[in-house]
């Protein structure tokens, strides 16, 4: 299976709002409510920002969240902070193959 | 406080075997959920699920199509901690490796810091 699909970059200003995608098949995002996002800062660990399409872990701040139709998975970030710049992967459950993940997002705060 | 504790080597040759731990404090490793998990990153592949260890009345491992022919994880009970060996490596198995805590659903909530492991030929 291969990789789920994310633009390799996004951008937006300080208070804006910003959307990254994610798109799979229905094999994987299509077939499950399974969809995970995280954000990784350099040379760190990813970290759990969104599980199960659209929960937020304890400690994760409401301007982030997630939704998801059909094939493809969207994660929104709102009232944009310079701490936001990092880089943002989606992950999906898939049946067999367990887990897949995006390609990666990077999110540049202009 | 739920930490995962890497150690492992950072240079291994090729045709080599790699060998890293995760030690586990805060947690069991025998409590039944999404597993204890291997995942890798690097700038060709990016992130990759490896596979997986779980408690089920007894224990199971899950791996990646990619990697299921040379790879094996263990576990520990009396350290509370899991292993991954990595067989007949190529420098392509050059990454950074995190150990993870998964769950039912394929979602992740915590990480140990990764090890960069450089496959030399």
């Known amino acids: 299976q291969s990789a789920l699909t994310q633009p390799p970059s996004a951008s937006g200003s300080p208070g804006q709002s910003v959307t990254i995608s994610c798109t799979g098949t229905?094999?994987?995002?299509?077939?499950?409510?399974?969809v995970s996002w995280y954000q990784q800062h350099p040379g760190k660990a990813p970290k759990l920002l969104i599980y199960?399409?659209?929960q937020r872990p304890s400690g994760v701040p409401d301007r982030f969240s997630g939704s998801k139709s059909g094939n493809t998975a969207s994660l929104i970030i709102s009232g944009l902070q310079a701490e936001d710049e990092a880089h943002y992967y989606c992950?999906?459950?898939?049946?067999?193959?367990?887990?897949?993940f995006g390609g990666g997002t990077k999110l540049t705060v202009l | 406080q739920v930490q995962l504790q890497q150690s492992g080597p950072g240079l291994v040759k090729a045709s080599q075997t790699l060998s890293l731990t995760c030690a586990i404090s805060?947690?069991?490793?025998?409590?039944?959920?999404?597993?204890w998990n291997w995942i890798r990153q690097s700038p060709s592949r990016g992130l990759e699920w490896l596979g997986r260890?779980?408690?089920?009345?007894?224990?199971?491992?899950d791996y990646a199509v990619s990697v299921k022919s040379r790879m094996t994880i263990n576990t520990d009970t009396s350290k509370n901690q899991f292993s991954l060996q990595l067989d007949s490596l190529t420098p392509e198995d050059t990454a950074v490796y995190y150990c993870?805590?998964?769950?039912?659903?394929?979602?992740?909530?915590?990480w140990g810091r990764g090890t960069l492991v450089t496959v030399s030929s």
């Open positions: 993870a805590r998964g769950w039912l659903r394929g979602y992740f909530d915590l």
């Open positions: 805060g947690d069991s490793v025998s409590i039944q959920r999404g597993g």
């Open positions: 260890t779980y408690y089920n009345s007894k224990w199971y491992s």
């Open positions: 229905s094999s994987d995002v299509g077939a499950y409510n399974y």
């Open positions: 199960d399409v659209s």
């Open positions: 992950s999906s459950h898939a049946g067999s193959n367990y887990c897949l």
